[in-house]
C-alpha cells in the first residue's frame, strides 16, 4: 500500500483510518473521499490531499484513482443498520451500486480494494454464539442484506478478474473522534458521551441483548493488517470476523460506573433497533483471521472504558 483513496474519509471510521493511513505511510497520497456537505476540515483537510468522491459515481472515483496513482481503496461509504431500514433505496444505491463502481475501477485501473462487512450480515438463522466464519447468512435488515451481497460480489471480483478484495466483518466500533449515525450499537458510544457529560443515559437496547463491540484502534489496525497480509496464508478474503468484546447494556453500564460512580442510566428500548439487535450474533468466533493474518485485538471493556472517559474528557474540556 502506497497510495490509498478512503471513501467516505469524514465518517466514524474514515475520520480516523485516514489519519492512521497518513502516519503509517508518510511518503504516500492518501487522499480523503469526500461528499459534498460532509468535506473534511481541521488536520483531516491539511494534512493529506482530499477531493470529492461521491460513490455513487464512478467518474469521480476513476478520476481520484487516476490523478494520485491509487493502488489500494477502502470502500467507507454506507449507511448504518436503522437508517437502512428507514431508506432501503438509498441503502442499496450506496453499499452496492458504490461498490459495483468501485470494483469496476478497481479492476480497470488495477487497485485493491477494502470494504468493510459486518455482524450485520448474519441473520437470526446463524448459530448465536461463537458464529463460525463460514455459516448461514440470512439477514433480514436491508443493511446485512447489502453486507452479504458486498461479500459475494467482492469474492467475485477476486475470483472472476483478479481484484485484490479483502475486508473483515466489524463489530460495532466506539471511539471519540466522530459519533456513527443511525447504527444499533450506536448506543455504546453514546453512554460514554452521556457519562462524561453527566447526563442520565436512556438505554436504547435492552438488557441481556449482547452483541460484539470493538475500540476504534483495534478496528483501524486490522483493515490495515487484512490489506498488509500475505496473500498466500489467505483461505478467505471477503469477509473475515473479528472480534474482541462482547457485552450487554448492563455490563458496560457497570463497567462505567467504576469510574463515573454517580452516573445512572435506565431503559426507553426503541423496538427499531431491538429487532435488529435480536436478529444479530452474540459473538462471533474469528479463529479464522487469527490464524490466517495474525489478528488480535489489544482492548477489552476495562481498557477501552479508561481510554474512552479520559479521551473524552480531554475533548469536553476544550
Ligand atoms: N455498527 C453497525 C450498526 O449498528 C453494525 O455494523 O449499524
Redo the contacts with the bound molecule.
Sequence with gaps: MKNVLVIGSTGQIGSELTMKLRHTYPSGNIVAGYIKGAEPKGELLESGPSMEVDITNAQQIADAVKKYDIDTIYNLAAL???VAENKPLLAWKIGIGGLMNTLEVARELKCAVFTPS???SFGPNAPKDGTPQDTIQQPRTM?GVTKVSGELLSNYYALKFGVDTRSVR?P??ISYVTP?GG????YAVDIYYAAVRGERFKCPIAKDTFMDMMYMPDALRAAIEIMEADPEKLVHRNSFNIASMSFDPEIIYQKIKQYVPEFEMDYEVDPLRQAIADSWPNRLDDTCARLEWGWKPEYDLDAMTRDMLEKLRIKFAK
Aim: hydrophobic content about 35%; glycine content about 20%.
Design positions: 448504518l443498520s436503522a459486518s455482524i450485520g443493511y466489524f460495532g466500533l456513527p447504527g444499533t450499537t450506536d
